[in-house]
């Protein structure tokens, strides 16, 4: 069986619209847990797996599974599961196990199923932490909030305390040229990233502004663009995107690329799962 894999290690999409919020609301005395930025735009927390404590785990909100380095796993003893899943444009060997508890401040899940990954060989950015925490633990909350400025994570716990399915992945329309693209809301990028193939297919006279530059991230190669009469929640504007190569659209349908989060230059933003939608100001 295949999995989508995106971001530092990002799995599945759905659709959901966003909404950009003045303000958000934080009547409901949620709980707080300080983190620390990595790479410039990471947001790490410390958490626990099973009965170790004091490891880093990423907030990805591209991953829907979490993820536990391999050699956290090992330590833990967990058996582990051989599968492979897509990771943008090839195909990884990854494991799955099932850990007996994983906890980032208010959340906590028992017996959950997680990805295991030797992290510092498939992303650069993922070296000296110890996992990722997915959608699978924070949609554990009604809403999380990311205060960037106070460097404070919020969850907002659901008062019923009834579980709710693990969503996917955000997906946000941004509008490029005139025409419509659907991006997952990434804490785990630091860029716009698009499926080339995919944009190029809408425009055929795509315009671009300056010399494309060729980059790489990590083991992907792209090219950075720079492109005008780019929406998202406000007025058009040249906007700098990366252009990547991406799967068959069979493979992952309705999705065409990556809003890295940090690009929004955002004081805070909001993921609301009890309404699906998603917020920054």
């Known amino acids: 069986m295949r999995r989508i894999m995106c971001a530092v290690l990002a799995i599945g999409c759905t659709s959901h619209v966003p909404v950009r919020a003045q303000e958000l609301d934080l009547s409901r005395t949620p709980m707080a847990i300080p983190f620390s930025i990595a790479s410039d735009f990471l947001v790490v927390v410390e958490g626990r797996a099973g009965n170790v404590g004091g490891l880093k785990f990423i907030v990805d909100t591209g991953a829907t599974h979490s993820v536990l380095d391999k050699r956290v796993a090992t330590g833990l003893q967990l058996p582990q599961h051989a599968q492979q899943i897509m990771n943008f444009d090839r195909l990884i060997p990854i494991e799955w196990?099932?850990?007996?508890?994983?906890?980032?401040?208010?959340?906590?899940?028992?017996?959950?199923?997680?990805?295991?990954?030797?992290?510092?060989?498939?992303?650069?950015?993922?070296?000296?932490?110890?996992?990722i925490i997915g959608l699978d633990l924070l949609s554990r909350s009604d809403k999380f909030t990311i205060d960037y400025s106070k460097k404070r994570l919020y969850f907002e716990l659901s008062v019923t305390g009834s579980a709710r399915p693990v969503p996917l992945c955000f997906v946000v329309p941004i509008v490029v040229q005139g025409r419509v693209m659907r991006l997952v809301v990434d804490t785990g990028v630091s860029d716009i990233v698009l499926y080339g193939g995919r944009l190029k297919k809408r425009l055929a006279k795509m315009r671009i502004e300056g010399e494309p530059k060729a980059m790489t991230m990590g083991r992907i190669a792209g090219t950075k663009v720079t492109l005008p009469g780019v929406q998202l929640g406000g007025p058009e504007k040249a906007i700098t995107i990366i252009l990547i190569n991406g799967p068959e659209d069979r493979i992952v349908r309705g999705l065409d690329g990556y809003l890295g989060v940090a690009t929004l230059h955002a004081n805070r933003v909001e993921f609301d799962f009890a309404k699906m939608v998603f917020y920054w100001q």
């Open 97 to 131: 196990a099932e850990l007996p508890e994983l906890q980032v401040g208010p959340l906590q899940a028992k017996r959950l199923r997680v990805m295991v990954v030797d992290l510092p060989k498939y992303s650069e950015i993922a070296r000296g932490v110890d996992g």
